[in-house]
């Protein structure tokens, strides 16, 4: 099992910037890749950003966020990080945290969730 929190949500105007953390415990040895989706309101999750345990860190970006939202990773809690900047009203969404582990190729593992509001 493996467990992850979310925190930094909140409340921003269109520009400002935030910075959501991802914290794992449990079973973290066997974590290949940890990322971040999103569900916006009467919509459909969708992914956001992903960083890889192995290969040196790759990472993957959906377009919507390209240039403004940067992953991270520290592999010694293990914690991902995403940085949002220059934020606009459509990245209003719940984001949740997810974790691909040795055993499986999908997403396995997911967070609480963590509320991101920007108003105009």
């Known amino acids: 099992q493996v467990r992850l929190v979310e925190s930094g949500g909140g409340s921003v105007q269109t520009g400002g910037s935030l910075r959501l953390s991802c914290v794992a415990s449990?079973?973290?040895?066997?974590?290949?890749?940890m990322g971040w989706f999103r569900r916006a309101p009467g919509k459909e999750r969708e992914f956001v950003a992903a960083i890889n345990w192995r290969s040196g860190g790759s990472t993957n970006y959906a377009d919507s966020v390209k240039g403004r939202f940067t992953i991270s990773r520290d592999n010694t809690k293990p914690t991902v990080t995403l940085q949002m900047n220059s934020l606009k009203p459509e990245d209003t969404a719940v984001y949740y945290c997810a974790t691909k582990t040795t055993w499986t190729a999908t997403y396995d593992y997911w967070g609480q969730g963590t509320q991101v509001t920007v108003s105009s």
């Open positions: 449990g079973r973290t040895v066997s974590i290949t890749s």
